[in-house]
């Protein structure tokens, strides 16, 4: 399991359907999303890598589901390594 693009990426497409819905322009919103996408790209260096499971732009699983095991929701936040879990908060 794992992210495909960061924080940043999602921010720029957030910012592009903004534009896009306050002008009802494609074309803007377009314009408007690439030119913050390369302003925020050489942060993206910046990003601590826990971001990418809690704002990644896509994540993607590669396996397959073993129906004879299953995991109870407390086992599952476990499992959560994102920026946020309780071991880096201490």
Same mark, same amino acid.
């Given at each position: 399991? =794992?992210? @495909?693009?960061?924080?940043?990426?999602?921010?720029?497409?957030?910012?592009? $359907?903004? @534009?896009?819905? /306050?002008?009802?322009?494609?074309?803007?919103?377009?314009?408007?999303?690439?030119?913050? =996408?390369?302003?925020?790209?050489?942060?993206?260096?910046?990003?601590?890598?826990?971001?990418?499971?809690?704002?990644?732009?896509?994540?993607?699983?590669? =396996?397959?589901?073993?129906?004879?095991?299953?995991?109870? $929701?407390?086992?599952? /936040?476990? /499992?959560?390594?994102?920026?946020?879990?309780?071991?880096?908060?201490?």
């Amino acid at each position: 399991m =794992g992210g @495909i693009s960061g924080p940043e990426v999602a921010l720029a497409w957030s910012f592009k $359907h903004f @534009i896009w819905a /306050l002008t009802r322009s494609r074309k803007l919103g377009r314009l408007a999303g690439v030119f913050l =996408g390369l302003l925020l790209r050489p942060l993206a260096g910046l990003m601590a890598p826990a971001s990418m499971f809690d704002a990644s732009s896509a994540t993607f699983f590669l =396996g397959a589901k073993d129906e004879a095991s299953t995991v109870t $929701h407390k086992e599952l /936040l476990t /499992l959560y390594r994102g920026q946020f879990a309780s071991s880096r908060m201490a």
